[in-house]
């Protein structure tokens, strides 16, 4: 009798399951760590269940790249990090970690709370020189204090700014709509970015977001870009599962085709963040988390095999 392997028979927890990291060029890494949020906690245990999500992507042929993470892929595993020490300390030791990944590969890191991309852009830079930023999120995340504390998981663009980790003109930001004074709610815009709110993307997509995108690529050209990837860019119709979820967002298709149209930048890594699976319904969150991360590493792996010098 034939036996069968399916996404609820578990044998592993990587992503996709893929073998742990050795000389593959992709590299997915978990950083467990949610230690500057400021409402919900949890986002600590989204490597596992984003992880876990992605099992149900079986063979991972992408259906408008053609090409499957599986065999160019490893997963590094969860990062260890001290989690009772001050955020800096996390911070110092999380750049540490992506600086040695990010030598010998291509990293989508799996978070944690939104504090952690400062120290990945930290890495990212020292390698690659100071960087474009996309940056998908609900909140606009520059702030200069953290409700009194000096930084946190909405501080970290305002600092990748003042530090010139990115070029400010390089610097765009999807799907803002929550709260916030005029100042810090358009912060990006007055140092030269481009603000693309989740009010000014109602009721499009596909073509109808084609002028936004070839605004991006203008903005970008070939510059070294990061991505993050905030999972509450999303309405929370789509992902229920975050910390601090903001009606009024995305939709997963609309994230998706920007994926999928700016996969031609040149890109050197990733993250996706803020998924908390305590909050989540039917796995909704940690899917779509898994689908984003699979559909960025096609692009990738796409690119790749059509210009394999780069």
Request: proline letters at 5%.
């Amino acid at each position: 009798m034939a036996t069968g392997h399916f996404a609820y028979a578990n044998n592993c927890n990587r992503f996709m399951g893929v073998l742990e990291l050795g000389t593959q060029p992709f590299a997915v890494v978990g950083v467990p760590f949610d230690g500057a949020v400021t409402h919900r906690p949890g986002a600590r245990f989204a490597p596992q269940e984003v992880r876990r999500a992605s099992l149900m992507l079986c063979d991972g042929m992408h259906p408008h790249f053609d090409v499957t993470p599986l065999g160019v892929t490893g997963d590094a595993l969860d990062m260890c990090l001290p989690n009772a020490s001050p955020l800096a300390a996390v911070r110092a030791e999380i750049e540490r970690q992506a600086a040695e990944l990010m030598a010998q590969h291509h990293c989508v890191f799996i978070g944690g709370d939104h504090s952690v991309t400062l120290a990945l852009l930290r890495a990212a830079k020292a390698r690659h020189g100071a960087l474009a930023l996309i940056h998908f999120d609900a909140h606009c995340d520059t702030w200069s204090d953290h409700f009194g504390e000096p930084s946190g998981h909405g501080t970290w663009t305002y600092e990748a700014l003042q530090e010139g980790l990115v070029v400010p003109a390089q610097t765009v930001q999807i799907g803002l709509r929550s709260s916030g004074e005029r100042a810090v709610r358009e912060y990006v815009q007055t140092q030269g970015g481009l603000i693309l709110t989740a009010r000014a993307l109602r009721g499009r997509d596909g073509d109808g977001l084609a002028d936004d995108i070839a605004r991006i690529r203008q903005r970008i050209g070939n510059t070294p870009c990061y991505l993050t990837l905030d999972i509450d860019c999303l309405d929370p119709a789509f992902a229920p599962g975050t910390g601090t979820p903001e009606p009024g967002g995305m939709t997963s298709s609309q994230v998706l085709t920007f994926l999928e149209e700016l996969a031609g930048l040149n890109f050197i890594g990733m993250d996706c963040v803020e998924v908390a699976p305590a909050y989540d319904h039917a796995e909704l969150t940690s899917n779509a988390a898994a689908t984003f991360i699979w559909t960025y590493l096609c692009g990738q792996i796409a690119k790749r095999a059509a210009s394999p010098a780069a």
